[in-house]
């Protein structure tokens, strides 16, 4: 009896030990469900998959509340400080590459515009469509919520740090980003690329000052000629290490990596 007692004890320990909880960003979330999806089809053990932005995921991360965090941007100088602040060693793991698409409702004619153009659309300056050779048409500009990651490097890459303007409609998740524009002639939008389906338009971006405009494709971002590409992110606790690393090393190996490609991501490999 006691022997099997210690068995039964023994085997929950171990089940405890792979079940884990990843939580944060909504670009990363349809691959790493797919990726979970896999792993578990093997009986390597249980993960639970939840969104909410990256600020959320590495937020959670602190609090102890789950086991890894998803990010579609790094790390902050603050959020690394409380980790170390409470004996925390945050570790970083680059997964994926993911190339940002701009998007617009399919009716609009314009296919080409400039950063500087996006920077002049999402600060304000820029309101109708005609002033970047499209249709006399208010522009509608969506965005996505402060705590995303995908705000802040859209930010950071394509506005230079400049604020967004004060009218841009915050939205919740990628997939009602798509919905608005999909149902908005003059909207604008940006999603990863996992995201891009046929009820929406990308537009081809350029960085040299319209000499060259480049499309968000997968041969593109690989090449790095499309310039609006981010790095994918998983961060967990060195303490954790022992704990995460059987799930994390699934997504780096061959078949891990097919999975962020068919997903529609740019694998590392």
């Known amino acids: ?48 998959v939840t969104g909410g932005g990256s600020g959320v995921g590495i937020a959670a991360l602190s609090e102890g509340s789950t086991d890894i965090a998803m990010a579609s941007r790094k790390i902050k100088f603050d959020e690394k400080l409380k980790l170390q602040g409470q004996k925390k060693t945050p570790v970083e793991k680059i997964i994926a590459y993911d190339a940002l698409a701009v998007i617009v409702n399919p009716s609009n004619k314009v296919s080409n515009l400039t950063r500087e153009q996006l920077e002049g659309i ?42 967004y303007m004060a009218a841009a409609l915050s939205m919740p998740a990628t997939g009602a980003i798509i919905q608005s524009v999909s149902q908005t002639p003059g909207a604008i939008g940006y999603v990863g690329h996992a995201y891009v389906n046929g009820k929406i338009k990308t537009i081809n971006v350029s960085y040299d000052g319209g000499k060259n405009y480049v499309s968000p494709t997968y041969q593109n971002a690989k090449s790095k000629k499309y310039p609006v590409v981010r790095p994918l992110l998983l961060y967990y606790t060195k303490d954790k290490e022992a704990a995460v690393k059987g799930f994390i090393n699934y997504i780096m190996s061959a078949e891990g990596q097919k999975t962020v490609k068919e997903i529609g991501y740019i694998d590392v490999l």
């Open 122 to 163: 999402f600060t304000g300056k820029i309101t109708n469509w005609k002033q970047v050779g499209g249709a006399d048409m208010k522009i509608v500009v969506y965005c996505r919520e402060t705590s995303s990651g995908t705000y802040e490097f859209f930010k950071e890459s394509v506005l230079k740090n400049k604020n």
């Open 1 to 48: 009896m006691k022997k099997r007692v210690l068995i039964l004890l023994s085997l929950a320990i171990s089940l405890s030990a792979v079940s884990q909880k990843l939580k944060g960003s909504d670009t990363l979330l349809p691959l790493i469900q797919k990726e979970a999806e896999n792993y578990m089809k093997k009986g390597k053990g249980s993960v639970s």
